[in-house]
């Protein structure tokens, strides 16, 4: 069941300090393609650099190989403007992650986020994906935080709320 959605305005999120982050296509999607407004506190914060945003090449092909058919197709999108966004956003990782051998995802194009994730050393996997959100509990105990967007949002301007300023690590699911 997808969680409410409530549009929080980017300026009431707190900027911590470039925490590694990674972000699967679904939600890359909605803020590049979609321009869905429920993902911009998480945009403003990678725009700030606020999130260091991580992935890979393999990543970036996987979006346009998505957006080239199908669905997606049909909305049009600006595959210039969604490289070139990419390219400024996102710093791409040269070395492929060494794959994870206790979280393995029953979707196998969705492995190098998890794989990635857990490599860098990232905090959070930020992720629409239910086969990627089914591992939010064991991710956990790796130190990784897999959330929606909407849960990382919310939980962000709860710790703003708190006054611990968006930097502590959401509890697990």
């Known amino acids: 069941m997808p ?7 980017a300026d009431a999120l707190p900027l911590a300090a ?6 699967d296509t679904q939600v890359v999607m909605d803020w590049l393609v979609f321009h869905n407004p429920a993902v911009q506190p998480l945009v403003a914060q ?8 991580i992935g890979l090449r393999a990543m970036r092909e996987e979006m346009l190989h998505v ?7 049909s909305y049009g999108p600006d595959l210039d403007y969604i ?4 390219e400024q956003h996102c710093e791409l990782i040269s070395t492929e992650p060494t794959p994870a051998v206790r979280l393995v995802c ?19 996997l930020i992720s629409r994906d239910r086969a990627v959100l089914a591992l939010a509990k064991r991710a956990a105990k ?3 935080q897999i959330l929606t967007p909407e ?23």
Do not use: C, Y
Not at 3 to 9: K, L, M
Not at 165 to 171: A, D, L, Q
């Open 142 to 144: 790796a130190g990784l």
């Open 151 to 173: 849960k990382w949002i919310h939980l962000q301007t709860q710790d703003t709320a708190s006054g611990t300023g968006g930097n502590t690590i959401p509890p697990a699911q």
């Open 106 to 124: 029953r979707d196998k194009d969705d492995q190098m986020f998890i794989d990635l994730a857990l490599a860098s050393g990232a905090r959070w």
């Open 46 to 53: 990678v725009e700030s650099g606020a999130l260091r945003w």
């Open 67 to 73: 957006l080239g058919r199908g669905i997606a197709a």
């Open 18 to 23: 470039g925490i590694k982050t990674v972000i």
């Open 83 to 86: 490289v070139r966004m990419f």
């Open 3 to 9: 969680e409410a959605t409530v549009p929080v305005p």
